[in-house]
């Protein structure tokens, strides 16, 4: 079973930037597809971009216009989300999370990802 563990997160001002990082320790990393994930009070968690296995396929939630990057460093078995413009709505607990199967292509859904992170905290302030 794969660790991984977010860092990275803080309390930042809306317009500026953070770059999330997951470093993945234990397993496998550079085979599967990764996911970011984000969960707000009282919200169900809800998906932010998911990169495949070879980092060529990325995807992102539609509401993000085009603030937040999705990459990964295979050799560094690290995942990275790079989010500017940074909106006090954007405030959540944000997971990084490994798929479930091998040499995937990334998905939205949290049922296709069966190891999470424990998650790093981003506040915006307005």
């Known amino acids: 079973q794969v660790m991984l563990v977010e860092s990275g997160g803080g309390l930042v001002q809306a317009g500026g930037s953070l770059r999330l990082s997951c470093a993945a320790s234990g397993g496998s990393f550079s085979t599967y597809g990764m996911g970011w994930f984000r969960q707000a009070p009282g919200k169900e968690r809800e998906f932010v971009a998911t990169i495949s296995w070879s980092g060529i396929e990325l995807y992102y939630a539609d509401s993000l216009q085009g603030r937040f990057t999705v990459s990964r460093d295979n050799a560094k078995n690290t995942l990275y989300l790079q989010m500017n413009n940074l909106k006090p709505e954007d405030t959540a607990v944000y997971y990084c999370?490994?798929?479930?199967?091998?040499?995937?292509?990334?998905?939205?859904?949290?049922?296709?990802?069966?190891?999470w992170g424990q998650g790093t905290q981003v506040t915006v302030s307005s």
């Open positions: 999370a490994r798929q479930n199967l091998k040499f995937s292509y990334g998905s939205s859904r949290p049922a296709d990802f069966d190891s």
